[in-house]
């Protein structure tokens, strides 16, 4: 198969190897896919920047998301699977070889079966953001009739954050750096819209609130705006956090969030139980199957210009997600 990899660490362009590989062979609970599209995050570009996964495999097929059709089931699969259209979760995190190839060998779980109103392109954009997304908003519950403010919400994962609660019930105020971005964030279902650089932005959100505070915070940049949060947390609310800032340097607002009975939620969707994923990746299906979900997607490039497609990401020159075609090489 033709695949990109890498050996050693550094920028894109001068470690990413493409050439022929072994086809792979799907082991006992595994599926093998053939690749339509592989979605690149910037979990990948740093991956790819870190010694771990090289020092430990020796060679690194890069990329978690993507989608394609099972042309392959191993043992405990059932054969009914062959032919499934999926979206991919989770490809490189535990093992060498992700979705920058034509077939890629994955945990039966993590290829989810495709909705029928989604696009092999909408598929492949799914994966990191989606369940980012989900976990954040729905791990502590019910959030009908609760309101739900999402920061960074013109980002992949917090546009789907909003997307999500609002389906759920919830009132949802999103935060942008960017009154031109008011207008996107309003049509994606956001009740109210928050300039984060706005001085008088914790009295927004109290006004809004009606003094209460709101009951769920979707947090993408924990350590610059725990302040904030601890103000505008309602008594017994929730912080989400799934992105940090140099969360180490900060000091923590113990007192405000105890007064509160804060509860401080850290989301790491790698190592959630096989149970809490599939019920997560079923619950995303029923919402995309709604046909009400949004999907931004930047650009995509050809197999052969993938480290364009991770270099973009690191300058963050593309807004949306960052798509590689691999099925038309």
């Not at 019930?169 to 942008?176: D, H």
Request: aromatic share 8%.
């Amino acid at each position: 198969m033709k695949a990109y990899w890498y050996e050693k660490v550094g920028d894109a362009h001068s470690v990413l190897e493409f050439g022929e590989m072994d086809n792979p062979s799907p082991g006992s609970g595994e599926v093998r896919v053939k690749i339509a599209y592989s979605g690149v995050n910037p979990y990948d570009t740093k991956k790819r920047m870190g010694m771990r996964d090289v020092e430990k495999f020796g060679r690194i097929i890069p990329d978690c998301d993507g989608s394609g059709i099972i042309d392959q089931v191993g043992d405990g699969v059932s054969k009914v699977r062959i032919g499934q259209s999926v979206w991919l979760f989770g490809a490189q995190v535990t093992q060498a070889f992700g979705t920058a190839a034509e077939y890629c060998v994955i945990p039966s779980l993590q290829a989810v079966k495709l909705p029928n109103n989604l696009s092999m392109v909408e598929g492949a954009v799914l994966g990191i953001p989606t369940v980012t997304a989900h976990r954040a908003v729905f791990s502590d519950g019910d959030i009908a009739g609760k309101i739900v403010f999402v920061a960074g919400a013109t980002g992949r994962v917090g546009s789907y954050a909003v997307q999500f609660a609002k389906q759920a019930g919830a009132t949802v105020i999103a935060a942008t750096g960017s009154n031109d971005k008011i207008s996107y964030l309003t049509e994606l279902g956001a009740d109210y819209v928050v300039n984060y650089k706005d001085e008088d932005r914790i009295q927004q959100v109290m006004s809004i609130s009606e003094g209460k505070g709101v009951n769920r915070i979707v947090e993408s940049s924990f350590g610059a705006n725990i302040d904030f949060d601890a103000a505008v947390l309602a008594d017994e609310g929730i912080i989400a956090a799934f992105g940090f800032d140099d969360v180490g340097s900060q000091s923590m607002p113990h007192f405000p969030l105890m007064l509160k009975n804060a509860l401080l939620r850290y989301i790491a969707i790698f190592f959630m139980s096989n149970e809490a994923k599939e019920a997560t990746f079923g619950q995303i299906n029923q919402q995309l199957s709604t046909g009400n979900i949004q999907h931004h997607i930047g650009h995509t490039f050809a197999f052969d210009e993938l480290p364009d497609a991770h270099q973009a990401i690191e300058t963050r020159k593309i807004t949306g997600a960052v798509l590689v075609s691999i099925e038309e090489s």
